[in-house]
């Protein structure tokens, strides 16, 4: 029905950048907000970074200044820009999406990506 696929996930060393992606695709009427989350081992799934489909964002305190989230709504895109990375920011990414579907009968749903890692080690 709805899909959300990531993409850009790796491994860099501390200091590096990386450019995590992530589209929605399937029977999408309208997609509000856009948001990324990350789960450590042992620890809990947590915001980094949510989009508005008007554009406003806001980020966890832990990344403010160091990551940057963006959205194509033509393309039903969110992307995620991680500068100055840190041994800190090493987790399961995932991309999370509020959307309205064209059937069944315009319901609207949080749907989730499966993952994508990044590891920040020298």
């Known amino acids: 029905q709805v899909q959300l696929v990531e993409s850009g996930g790796g491994l860099v060393q501390p200091g590096g950048s990386l450019r995590l992606s992530c589209a929605a695709s399937?029977?999408?009427?309208?997609?509000?907000?856009m948001g990324w989350y990350r789960q450590a081992p042992g620890k809990q799934r947590e915001l980094v970074a949510a989009?508005?489909?008007?554009?406003?964002?806001n980020y966890a305190d832990s990344v403010k200044g160091r990551f940057t989230i963006s959205r194509d709504n033509a393309k039903n895109t969110v992307y995620l820009q991680m500068n100055s990375l840190k041994p800190g920011d090493t987790a399961l990414y995932y991309c999370?999406?509020?959307?309205?579907?064209?059937?069944?009968?315009?319901?609207?749903?949080?749907?989730w990506g499966q993952g994508t890692q990044v590891t920040v080690s020298s």
């Open positions: 999370n999406a509020d959307i309205r579907v064209t059937t069944p009968a315009l319901r609207r749903s949080d749907y």
């Open positions: 989009i508005t489909n008007g554009g406003s964002t």
């Open positions: 399937g029977s999408i009427f309208s997609i509000y907000t």
